[in-house]
């Protein structure tokens, strides 16, 4: 989840200025958190607490009113009386990787990827793409094996992720769907050697380079094993204090800090 999060602040201050280059500073000038984190802590907070998503996604989401939401998440986040608007967007991606390290069996990560979606992005593509990242998420955290992943992920999704990086980058553009982010996201991951180098890799697309990195870092964190600790240090002084209590208390309940 920390890979998550890590990555949504090292893409933050590239996504209106792509870039195609992995040579860049790791957490460049003005990098900080967007709505990709706030909505990840909150559904960890539902997974840590009641289980209510949409619950928690509006709670927590509306204490960061200036996070960077979409216009029609924002109109729902703003409502008394919110309803799904069929959104084929990211965003049911960019939040769902708590998921993925907190359920075991593969229909449990499946239906509760849905859940986690379906109250905004109740379009079939929003939910494929939170499903699919959140079980890219589990079987990197289980399985360790990467040929599996893109095997399991085009047949159950008909991702197409036997292309290159190289092949992707030159004429790839800022695209917020789920259809044109997650293929491109675990194609970041499968084409990297480190957690530090997937993230790279996805920036160095040139997209939306925050939700990349974030779809990109929380599976290479659930590869490669936690965050290196001067990234975490990194994120915990960007963070609010709450945030931060959020995602420590899930990463130290399902194994991915060690106990303070």
């Known amino acids: 989840m920390l890979g998550a999060i890590a990555g949504d602040i090292i893409g933050s201050c590239y996504e209106y200025d792509q870039i195609k280059t992995k040579d860049f500073p790791l957490f460049g000038p003005g990098c900080c958190f967007t709505d990709d984190t706030v909505l990840t802590v909150a559904i960890a907070q539902a997974i840590l607490t009641d289980g209510d998503y949409q619950k928690a996604v509006r709670s927590i989401g509306r204490r960061y009113p200036h996070a960077g939401y979409g216009g029609f998440f924002a109109r729902w986040l703003a409502s ?70 893109r095997k399991e992920i085009t047949g159950r999704f008909g991702y197409k992720l036997d292309r290159t990086l190289d092949e992707i980058r030159p004429k790839y ?38 939700t990349l990195a974030c779809i990109t870092g929380g599976i290479a964190e659930a590869f490669y094993g936690p965050v290196d600790p001067p ?23 399902f194994g991915l800090l060690p106990p303070a």
């Open 80 to 149: 008394e009386d919110p309803k799904p608007y069929k959104s084929w967007g990211n965003g049911s991606a960019m939040r769902v990787s708590p998921v993925g390290f907190a359920f075991d069996a593969i229909e449990d990560v499946l239906r509760e990827a849905a859940r986690s979606a379906e109250f905004t992005h109740n379009h079939p593509e929003g939910v494929k793409g939170a499903q699919a990242t959140a079980l890219a998420v589990r079987l990197a955290r289980t399985v360790k094996d990467k040929d599996l992943i």
């Open 173 to 210: 553009r800022f695209d917020e769907s789920c259809q044109r982010t997650v293929p491109e996201a675990i194609v970041a991951f499968l084409e990297s050697s480190s957690y530090e180098d997937a993230v790279r890799n996805a920036v160095s697309l040139g997209g939306d380079s925050d």
């Open 231 to 253: 990234i975490r240090r990194k994120v915990r002084d960007i963070l609010s204090v709450e945030l931060w209590e959020i995602s420590e208390t899930f990463c130290v309940k």
